[in-house]
Nanobody, 126 residues
Framework: QVQLVESGGGLVQAGDSLRLSCAAS????????MGWFRQAPGKEREFAAA????????YYADSVKGRFTISRDNAKNTVYLQMNSLKPEDTAVYYC???????????????????WGQGTQVTVSS
């Protein structure tokens, strides 16, 4: 329904920062929520952060609270993920996601979203 393209991934050292971007296009009308999930090698895709489009309300996984900040630019239909104090355990493919409806599933569930990007690799060396 909505096309999403992530950018900004790369290789950094522990303690460094990265800023991911996700541009949405296509049927972006009445966008309800966008977020970021991540998937490390051999692990399940897990929730990282989400933002409600209407008022900018945010939600974070405990593993990233205090280090990551999600934000959005309504005019550009773009969401960002500022990642500070990166740790090796943050290494994963980061996926941008979007929902056009307030599905009954929790915001931390993959079932709450209907569009996904291709992902961008983030690697943090120790």
């Amino acid at each position: 329904q909505v096309q999403l393209v992530e950018s900004g991934g790369g290789l950094v050292q522990a303690g460094d920062s990265l800023r991911l971007s996700c541009a949405a296009s296509g049927r972006t009308f009445n966008l309800y929520r966008m977020g970021w999930f991540r998937q490390a090698p051999g692990k399940e895709r897990e929730f990282a952060a989400a933002i409600r489009w209407s008022d900018g309300g945010t939600y974070y996984a405990d593993s990233v609270k205090g280090r990551f900040t999600i934000s959005r630019d309504n005019a550009k239909n773009t969401v960002y993920l500022q990642m500070n104090s990166l740790k090796p355990e943050d290494t994963a493919v980061y996926y941008c996601t979007a929902a056009r409806l307030p599905y009954s599933s929790p915001y931390s569930s993959r079932d709450a979203y209907d569009s996904w990007g291709q992902g961008t690799q983030v690697t943090v060396s120790s």
